[in-house]
């Protein structure tokens, strides 16, 4: 089981980037065994993948919604995740999650809330109009 632990969410104005990251602890070598993804969930709103990265980093998933604008990286060796958010808007308003998904496959990307083994505690990100 990994502890997946978020930081770096804030308040920042439309148009503002941040930076999340997400460390893992616990099982870490067995890290690049998971698939990793930051879901977001806004207020009266069901959770939904934003980002997902592979195994080893080559394949990636972005949402239609934040496609150009965020970007989702991963270094193993440190066991930990990143998401670039750039152009931010207040749509992008959200409590935004870290999940691990462990996956036998190197190129499985996208996974749902109900395969996820491990959750962060999310950060909060707040993006004023």
């Known amino acids: 089981q990994l502890q997946l632990v978020e930081s770096g969410g804030g308040l920042v104005q439309a148009g503002g980037s941040l930076r999340l990251s997400c460390a893992a602890s616990g099982l870490t070598l067995t890290f690049s065994n998971y698939a990793i993804g930051w879901f977001r969930q806004a207020p009266g709103k069901e959770r939904e993948l934003a980002a997902a990265?592979?195994?080893?980093?080559?394949?990636?998933y972005y949402a239609d919604s934040v496609k150009g604008r965020f970007f989702i990286s991963r270094d193993n060796d440190k066991g930990t995740t990143y998401l670039r958010m750039n152009t931010l808007n207040p749509e992008d308003t959200a409590v935004y999650y870290c999940?691990?998904?462990?996956?036998?496959?190197?190129?499985?990307?996208?996974?749902?809330?109900?395969?996820?083994?491990?959750w962060g505690q999310g950060t909060q990100v707040t993006v004023s109009s």
């Open positions: 999940a691990a998904a462990f996956r036998p496959s190197v190129d499985s990307v996208y996974f749902e809330t109900n395969e996820a083994n491990d």
């Open positions: 990265i592979s195994r080893t980093g080559a394949y990636t």
